[in-house]
């Protein structure tokens, strides 16, 4: 299988596009430059945090754990730092309740017996609180 990489110009007609299609969601063009910069997968970018930010005079990294659990960093340009800053808040992530989590995957399995199962479990958390 012959590997392909993505010429200058299509890196930023990609850019591109998510300015013109979602000018709205600044998200969405900032994710896909940490995404060229980081060479990252999806779960390593989206679960990135404040708190993996690392700098090193004047330069920008993050501090992520990859596949495996290897520790790598990467780069980003001060530009790009400076734009993810501006829309940084200071509001905490939404935390997910495992249970919670765990009875929304069976439901979607339509695994019964684990819904059953969980169902009790939450009712005694409920219960408990």
Do not use: N
């Not at 993050?62 to 509001?91: A, C, H, N, Q």
């Not at 017996?113 to 409920?126: P, T």
């Amino acid at each position: 299988m012959l590997l392909r990489h993505f010429t200058d110009a299509e890196l930023i007609s990609i850019i591109e596009f998510f300015e013109k299609s979602y000018p709205e969601v600044a998200t969405a063009r900032l994710a896909a430059q940490v995404f060229f910069w980081s060479c990252a997968r999806r779960k390593e970018i989206s679960s990135l945090k404040w708190d993996s930010l690392r700098l090193v005079g004047d330069e920008v990294h993050f501090d992520v754990v990859g596949k495996w659990m290897i520790r790598k960093w990467f780069r980003v340009p001060s530009k790009l730092y400076e734009e993810l800053l501006s829309i940084k808040t200071s509001s905490p992530p939404e935390t997910i309740d495992p249970l919670r989590a765990a009875m929304d995957m069976a439901l979607a399995r339509e695994d019964w017996l684990e819904v059953k199962r969980l169902g009790q479990e939450l009712h005694l958390q409920d219960q408990a609180s």
